[in-house]
């Protein structure tokens, strides 16, 4: 039952660019679409935590790596810019990047005080690739 909620999710944040992998995680295009989220510094640290959290398979490596890659460097770039951990910022992602995020992400266990970062985040996500389709 949850594998069936968490396929509907993706099917329905990311139908129409691109195919799930027989892995769940999507090596990235040659020519990436770039999506662009908009997320407080805070939920961006939150998120390389909490996926550092999770369990990975031998052939995910690259996947999870590139991915934890473009939120480290999204934090550099914040922290370099003076921006505090409640300062919202606006980065660029390629939306397999964002869809192997989310699927790692639904692979994670959190706490239900964490339930509200959670959403907060993958609704970021969400959001950026409803922006990018709508371009």
């Known amino acids: 039952m949850k594998n069936l909620t968490i396929a509907a999710i993706v099917a329905v944040l990311f139908i129409g660019s691109f195919e799930l992998s027989a892995q769940g995680l999507t090596p990235a295009a040659q020519t990436p679409t770039v999506i662009k989220p908009k997320m407080k510094v805070i939920d961006i640290k939150a998120s390389v935590q909490f996926l550092g959290g999770i369990e990975i398979r031998g052939t995910e490596v690259e996947a999870y790596l590139d991915t934890?890659?473009?939120?480290?460097?999204?934090?550099?770039?914040?922290?370099?810019?003076?921006?505090?951990?409640d300062d919202a910022i606006t980065f660029d992602m390629k939306i397999e990047q964002a869809q192997n995020m989310f699927t790692l992400m639904q692979r994670g266990s959190l706490k239900g005080a964490e339930a509200d970062k959670f959403n907060e985040i993958t609704q970021a996500l969400k959001d950026a690739v409803k922006a990018a389709q709508g371009k």
């Open 68 to 85: 934890r890659k473009v939120l480290q460097d999204a934090i550099e770039s914040a922290t370099k810019g003076g921006k505090k951990d």
